[in-house]
T-cell receptor, first 113, second 116 residues
Framework: NAGVTQTPKFQVLKTGQSMTLQCAQD?????MSWYRQDPGMGLRLIHY???????DQGEVPNGYNVSRSTTEDFPLRLLSAAPSQTSVYFC????????????FGPGTRLTVT | AQSVTQLGSHVSVSEGALVLLRCNYS??????LFWYVQYPNQGLQLLLK??????LVKGINGFEAEFKKSETSFHLTKPSAHMSDAAEYFC??????????????FGQGTTLQVKP
């Protein structure tokens, strides 16, 4: 199994540009989520999905869109990038119940200038 | 809303010394509790979790954590630090009501430095 994969690893955007961060898992996990990690703030949940076709907002959803058309993929779209979205983004997946371990991808480091 | 607080953003210990990383949660109903570790330039990895089966939980790499309801704490310990333990550690919590959504709330993180 490849586990959770994320692309790209690094990205630089200009303010106002849009882009999609890709996330895929090959473990047939129902639950997938996106977090952003900022210094001194831990990880904050952006959006999550409990299955194909079902998504919901997390703690910091503004400026981001998600969709879940398949079990494997959970892309995160930045609609109009802002410098405040400079961060490291992690995708995670697990079997649905919280007692199952969440598996994290290697992260995408995004800089918005 | 559920929250978790990690006391100390940076902890420094000598190799072979006790490691103690502190975590307190806010819920009056005991939640599910987790410790994750992040090595440099990597994603997070689960160290251990509390599910109410036992108050002392053992995890990987010699770490353990004790759930104390009276103190609303879930501190992480390791008797003897190793250089390879240098990493960032996150405490996380989930409401039992959110157990079928997989949602986790993370603390701010504690960076562990191990000195030779």
């Amino acid at each position: 199994n490849a586990g959770v994969t994320q692309t790209p690893k690094f990205q630089v955007l200009k303010t106002g540009q849009s882009m999609t961060l890709q996330c895929a898992q090959d473990m047939n996990h129902e639950y997938m989520s996106w977090y952003r990690q900022d210094p001194g703030m831990g990880l904050r949940l952006i959006h999550y999905s409990v299955g194909a076709g079902i998504t919901d907002q997390g703690e910091v959803p503004n400026g981001y869109n998600v969709s879940r058309s398949t079990t494997e993929d959970f892309p995160l779209r930045l609609l109009s990038a802002a410098p405040s979205q400079t961060s490291v983004y992690f995708c995670a997946s697990s079997l649905r119940h919280i007692l199952y371990e969440q598996y994290f991808g290697p992260g995408t480091r995004l800089t918005v200038t | 809303a559920q929250s978790v607080t990690q006391l100390g953003s940076h902890v420094s210990v000598s190799e072979g010394a006790l490691v103690l990383l502190r975590c307190n949660y806010s819920s009056s109903v005991p939640p599910y509790l987790f410790w994750y570790v992040q090595y440099p330039n990597q994603g997070l990895q689960l160290l251990l979790k509390y599910t109410s089966a036992a108050t002392l939980v053992k995890g990987i790499n010699g770490f353990e954590a004790e759930f104390k309801k009276s103190e609303t704490s879930f501190h992480l310990t390791k008797p003897s630090a190793h250089m390879s333990d240098a990493a960032e550690y996150f405490c996380a919590v989930s409401d039992r009501g959110s157990s079928n959504t997989g949602k986790l709330i993370f603390g701010q993180g504690t960076t562990l430095q191990v000195k030779p």
